[in-house]
């Protein structure tokens, strides 16, 4: 909701702006459909060949998931800490080998069903589950599972920014194809040179319309976008890199309280919850 109304006051700021400053509206309405069609058309064209289909999916499922508000709240950062305390604390307990059901079959596993904000994630539980698979086959030391986890949550945000670049080039060629409008348009005015003044000033005005939308779409429209993706994009790195702090602290003999700390201290300031919240959720669950 917050994106669209963010989009209607930038819409409503610039032409209500121009109609209140006397502009004539009804130009740019005439030559908006016209000047849409080359623009948007040319600027999806161009999005569909510089990006693979892979990517081109990927955006298009972004775009569908940034109008809701983000899911990284620390509500869901409670939980997932607490999901993290319980597992540790079992194996703290009862040994590595007592967590092997709930890793293998994570679906069935009443400690991920527990926490469904976080046990329903898939990206999330896979995270989890295959570094917890590799601490109870104890082949790995810390180091070694920390070098993995940094290359997994690398390569994770790779992917993630393919998006981000994709709409930021987009971003930067919109100008550009308000320019190709424009042009077109100056190059039907001079076919009609000999037409009245007012003839050609209507046309030249119409040209200008592509020049405009294209700076208005990179600026107001796309940009922003880019830039609320990439902001996503972090919060889903900074959750990985959340629980790789914890497991990691858990490896080298911490408690699970302690270890959940560590995970706690990682999280971004507006999310992160109080050691005393935190402490609070986890009772509270046990």
């Known amino acids: 909701m917050r994106v669209i109304i963010g989009y209607v006051v930038a819409f409503f700021c610039v032409f209500g702006g121009y109609v209140i400053a006397g502009g004539n509206f009804a130009i740019i309405l005439k030559a908006l459909p016209i000047e849409t069609f080359i623009i948007v058309g040319a600027a999806m064209g161009a999005f569909a060949v510089s990006n693979q289909p892979k990517v081109l999916k990927k955006a298009g499922a972004r775009l569908a998931k940034s109008i809701k508000g983000s899911k990284?709240?620390?509500?869901?950062?409670?939980?997932?800490?607490?999901?993290l305390y319980e597992i540790l604390q079992k194996a703290r307990k009862e040994g590595l080998m007592a967590i092997e059901s709930d890793v293998e079959n994570p679906d069935a596993s009443p400690l991920f069903q527990k926490y469904p904000n976080v046990g329903t994630d898939?990206?999330?539980?896979?995270?989890?589950?295959?570094y917890l698979r590799m601490m109870v086959s104890g082949n790995l030391n810390a180091h070694e599972i920390e070098s993995l986890m940094d290359n997994e949550i690398d390569t994770h945000h790779q992917e993630e920014h393919v998006v981000v670049a994709a709409f930021t080039r987009l971003?930067?060629?919109?100008?550009?194809?308000?320019?190709?409008?424009?042009?077109?348009?100056?190059?039907?005015?001079?076919?009609?040179?000999?037409?009245?003044?007012?003839?050609?000033?209507?046309?030249?005005?119409?040209a200008l319309v592509g020049s405009f939308l294209g700076i208005f779409l990179a600026y107001a429209v796309v940009e922003p976008m880019a830039g609320l993706l990439e902001q996503k994009m972090d919060e889903g790195t900074k959750e990985l890199q959340c629980i790789k702090t914890t497991l990691l602290a858990s490896m080298q003999g911490y408690a699970p309280m302690t270890a959940i700390e560590f995970?706690?201290?990682?999280?971004?300031?507006?999310?992160?919850?109080?050691?005393?919240?935190?402490?609070?959720?986890?009772?509270?669950?046990k």
Request: aromatic share 8%; net charge neutral; charged share 20%.
């Open 72 to 83: 990284y709240t620390k509500d869901r950062y409670m939980e997932l800490l607490a999901l």
């Open 122 to 130: 898939h990206h999330v539980v896979e995270f989890i589950t295959d």
């Open 171 to 206: 971003a930067g060629a919109l100008p550009a194809f308000g320019i190709v409008a424009a042009i077109l348009g100056v190059i039907k005015t001079m076919a009609s040179v000999g037409s009245p003044p007012e003839v050609l000033g209507a046309m030249i005005a119409s």
């Open 263 to 285: 995970g706690r201290k990682v999280l971004y300031s507006t999310e992160r919850p109080s050691f005393s919240e935190l402490e609070g959720h986890v009772k509270t669950k």
